[in-house]
């Protein structure tokens, strides 16, 4: 049903005038600038939430595009560390030319990592779909040989090949590893990925085991009380939680800004009362806070790609109750 309902919303979206997309979108984007973003996290500072900041925009079409996220992530570094905040940044490889020239790409991303590091900030590289996840695994990897810490990718619990990722990344990484755990927003083909939701909070829960048992830094990036839940019990059953250091005997001391090895993430305007709820318990709790000019890419892209986004967006606007922001 919800899956049908969001066909149709994502058939009407052509004729959808943009100032209609526009205010839809205004929960969940920050503004077209940085300044509307700082006034966003200003607000939710007083919820006990710390923020990890994305520029919006993903593949670019020719490598000269990638100077414009460089020059906006530089100035946002300089933002973070001038207004204090608590908060890091989310980039897309592709948005730096990963797929375009590769080298340049990874230079371009060691520049950025490079300036984050001296602020000790640390860069979360996002996963886009299936085509990219090796290349982003690789580029995580290939920045900790460099001795470039600061960076963690995302995994994606839907794909088949998650649990073999998990454990290369921590065989080479070991504790170093810092995973942020989602279900994945792109609808991958069945040959390679779950398609059924049951199979997919499976998947996220026992990800998130792994990755915990792993000693690894885990992001658990969901807003499903299943896996709220299951990380709330697997935290349990470690011993780790709110007010207590990390207990697993690899763990690394907490970095700056991160919590006693996990945190809980989740979007800017969903789910607020379960983040609130959690941050209230004493979790640390951190929202994804996307803002850029191109707003409207982004949220046609997001509905397209996953058409019960639509659904969901729609009931949290007739139903208000069913999802606070
Ligand atoms: P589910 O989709 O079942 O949603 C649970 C409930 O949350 C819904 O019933 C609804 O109430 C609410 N909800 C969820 N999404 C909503 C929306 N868009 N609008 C309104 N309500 C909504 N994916 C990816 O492929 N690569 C990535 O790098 C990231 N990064 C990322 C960062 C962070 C911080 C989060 C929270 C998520 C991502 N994702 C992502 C997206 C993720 O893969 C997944 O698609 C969404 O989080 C939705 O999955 P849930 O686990 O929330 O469950």
Sequence with gaps: MSRLFGRMVVAMMPIMPRFVVRWISRRYVAGVDMESALRVMRKLESQNACFTIDVLGEEITSIEEADYFIEEYERLLKMIVKEKLDANISIKPTAFGLLIDRDKGLANIEKLLREAAKHEIFVRLDMEDHRVTDDTIEVCLAMHEKGLENIGVVLQARLFRTNADIENICSILGPG???????????????????????????????????????????????????????????????????????RPAAPPPRKGKGEGYEFQMLLG????????????????????????????????????????????????????????
């Design 270 to 325: 969903v789910r607020g009362d379960v983040r609130r709820r959690l941050a209230s318990q004493g979790h640390r709790t951190r929202v994804y806070i996307p803002y850029g000019e191109q707003w409207y890419e982004y949220s046609m892209r997001r509905l397209r790609e996953n058409p019960t986004v639509a659904w969901h967006v729609t009931k949290a606007m007739l139903m208000p109750w069913t999802n606070k922001r």
């Design 177 to 247: 590893a810092d995973f942020r755990i989602c279900k994945g927003i792109y609808l991958e083909p069945s040959e390679i990925a779950h398609t059924q939701y049951k199979e997919i909070v499976d998947a996220s829960n026992e990800a998130i085991d792994k990755m915990l048992d792993g000693s690894s830094y885990v992001a658990i990036a969901s807003h499903d009380l299943p896996v709220i839940d299951h990380a709330l019990a697997a935290l349990e059953e470690r011993k780790m939680g709110p007010g207590v250091d990390d207990p």
